[in-house]
């Protein structure tokens, strides 16, 4: 006779962190949304904690004051301001560094998939024992014909620059076990973080697995991601840490921690 099989160990805290510049629209809906899917995490024994942290990247509009009220109504919801604006990069390496769970997520505020999704995405780094659980979009139609080129064209560069096999690299959904934000460090000040965290992580000999979701285009205010100098800033920060990036050897059980 079989005995019952233990339920899987819960991660001991998840952290949530949403990089805003201007998201009045949206910082109430993105921590509902996050607040919402933790406590089903917490109520089925999948997370023990959690925290939402909002990283106000030197907002122009009410970010800062709407982010504050809730953190002073909800003692999980965290802030952290830029006084000067530093970009999605820098906004990304603020909110790595200012989370203290054993995984971290981390997405844009307009909710660009449903966050039912993170179920799936803890699901599959406890099963798959992964590090690092990147989505990438299963139709991209919502976002223009403009942006998908842009995007596919992005994808194929750092595809044949640095060997990732991911199909959507700059996609806002990033979950990480701690073990590898603490064996990386990232550089880049622009978008083209999310290609760096990958590619460090791959190279350091951590697993990147991937999953498809649905994904739903912004609706209010305006995206910057398709700009000129967003794009060109992307290509630049490419190409300066292009040799450091190739030159990253996989860690040893004697690198550091990996728990």
């Not at 966050?115 to 995405?121: G, K």
């Not at 803890?122 to 990147?134: F, H, M, Q, W």
């Not at 064209?153 to 701690?178: P, S």
Request: net charge neutral; glycine share 6%; hydrophobic share 40%.
């Amino acid at each position: 006779m079989n005995s019952p099989r233990l339920p899987p160990e819960p991660f001991k805290k998840l952290s949530i962190f949403f990089p805003m510049w201007n998201e009045e629209l949206y910082i109430h809906r993105a921590v509902a949304a996050a607040q919402d899917i933790c406590e089903e995490l917490v109520a089925s024994h999948q997370i023990v904690d959690y925290e939402l942290i909002v990283v106000d990247d030197a907002s122009t509009d009410a970010t800062p004051q709407l982010a504050d009220e809730l953190a002073a109504h909800d003692p999980r919801v965290r802030v952290v301001h830029h006084p000067e604006n530093r970009k999605l990069g820098g906004s990304i390496k603020s909110g790595f560094a200012a989370a203290t769970g054993d995984v971290v997520l981390y997405t844009d505020a307009d909710l660009p998939f449903e966050m039912i999704e993170l179920v799936r995405a803890l699901r599959v780094l406890r099963t798959y024992e992964a590090d690092v659980v990147s989505a990438y979009r299963l139709d991209r139609t919502g976002e223009g014909p403009r942006r998908a080129v842009y995007s596919f064209v992005y994808n194929a560069l750092v595809k044949a620059m640095f060997g990732t096999r991911l199909r959507d690299i700059n996609f806002a959904f990033k979950l990480c076990r701690r073990r590898v934000l603490d064996g990386v460090e990232l550089v880049s000040e622009g978008s083209f973080i999310d290609a760096e965290l990958v590619i460090r992580a791959q190279r350091s000999g951590f697993q990147v697995l991937q999953i498809g979701v649905d994904y739903f285009p912004r609706t209010r205010g305006v995206s910057t991601l398709s700009s000129f100098g967003v794009i060109r800033t992307m290509l630049g920060e490419m190409m300066r840490l292009r040799s450091d990036l190739r030159r990253i050897t996989p860690r040893t059980a004697t690198d550091g921690p990996g728990t």
